[in-house]
T-cell receptor, first 106, second 112 residues
């Protein structure tokens, strides 16, 4: 089984900050990684796939990088709408998810 | 555009049963493995079950083995999760997925 580890679990930041979230896979998953944003009471929203391909309509302040076992989600300038929980997910071998990162207001 | 619409959730007593359904569209359904994923209140996302394209391979998380059954109908572009002997810890929003989540989920509450 492929395990996904996200860090940090909580991130406190201010509007305008650049923030980064890291996701590590227990084995090489190439670029088979997705990122989701989830707000309370809502379903997760797919932000990007193939580690760095943004879904249509996702603001360009979001970016993804990495391959193999280490990946990063970056938000270049945090906006009020970005306070949420973020999850990574591998889809090389079935599906497994990271534990989530809660981005909260500092 | 991928569309996944889950249904069938509700309130059920411990030991009871529910059948969840997922209607899929926007992709060639019978070429994809399909998954059920759940999220307990305040918790993260957990894979529950998966089925291959033809329905001959099925895998389950240990906590639901022997109680849940996944099956699909490729003629109707749908996948289902039969849940028996439900427990309080099965309380969650259940999502179906291809390689990605895509629906709004359906809430299952197991409580007396």
């Amino acid at each position: 089984d492929i395990q996904m580890t996200q860090s940090p679990s909580t991130l406190s930041a201010s509007i305008g900050d650049r923030v980064t979230i890291t996701c590590r896979a227990s084995q090489n998953i190439s670029s088979w990684l997705a990122w989701y944003q989830q707000k309370p009471g809502k379903a997760p929203k797919l932000l990007m796939s193939k580690a760095s391909t943004l879904e249509s309509g996702v603001p360009s302040r979001f970016s993804g990088s990495g391959s193999g076992t280490e990946f990063t989600l970056a938000i270049s300038s945090l906006q009020p709408d970005d306070f949420a929980t973020y999850y990574c997910q591998q889809y090389l071998n079935f599906l497994t998810f990271g534990g989530g990162t809660n981005v909260e207001i500092k | 555009e991928v569309q996944l619409v889950e249904s069938g959730g509700g309130l059920v007593q411990p030991g009871g049963s529910l059948r969840l359904s997922c209607a899929a569209s926007g992709f060639i359904f019978d070429t994809y493995w399909m998954y059920w994923v759940r999220q307990a209140p305040g918790k993260g996302l957990e894979w529950v079950a998966t089925i291959n394209q033809g329905g001959s391979e099925k895998l389950y998380v240990d906590s639901v083995k022997g109680r849940f059954a996944i099956f699909r109908d490729n003629g109707k572009n749908s996948v289902h999760l039969q849940m028996d002997s439900l427990r309080a810890e099965d309380t969650a929003v259940y999502y179906c997925a291809t390689w990605r989540l895509g629906g709004q989920g359906t809430m299952v509450t197991v409580s007396s």
